[in-house]
């Protein structure tokens, strides 16, 4: 997992949705940025705490947290965590991403997409679902890539001049 799960990931991930927004196709963006908010706390968990969110090391998990994951065992005995329950293993861990998910700017910025048609409702996804998606994604986007601006020059498409 640690190999797969960089920095470089979540930088591409971002262009990409960016790119989506640019070119207003605005259900791949947002799907994109629900992703990105996946796996900053994939990596957060894993590069911070040394926590799989595929197998949970329970030894790892706060007490105060504990009967909540074992939810989330499978017939295999994996603990296999949501997004949102990643989110609250990392407030649990006193950690400062899972302090953002908290704020209910990011939690209704999530809730807009759920409520979507790409997801599980029926309401468009607008340029503005989108928007707020990625102003609250970027917010946490920062704390695990401090030098985004300068890593994101580097994942840009090349232009083609015509």
Request: one cysteine or more; aromatic letters at 6%.
């Amino acid at each position: 997992m640690s190999e797969r799960l960089c920095k470089e990931l979540l930088v591409d991930l971002w262009a990409n949705a960016l790119r989506r927004i640019e070119e207003k196709r605005f259900v791949d963006a947002v799907a994109r940025l629900y992703r990105l908010c996946e796996l900053i706390a994939q990596f957060r968990l894993w590069h911070q705490h040394k926590i799989d969110t595929g197998d949970v090391d329970m030894s790892k998990v706060p007490e105060s947290i504990k009967e909540r994951l074992e939810r989330y065992r499978n017939e295999k005995g994996k603990v296999q965590i949501s997004m949102q329950a990643s989110y609250e293993l990392l407030t649990a861990l006193d950690d400062e991403i899972g302090k953002a998910w908290d704020k209910p700017r990011l939690r209704n910025a999530i809730s807009a997409r759920n409520r979507s048609i790409a997801a599980h409702g029926l309401e468009p996804v607008t340029k503005e679902v989108a928007e707020n998606l990625k102003g609250e994604i970027e917010s946490l986007l920062r704390i695990v890539v401090p030098d985004l601006d300068k890593q994101i020059r580097n994942a840009k498409f090349p232009q083609l001049q015509p």
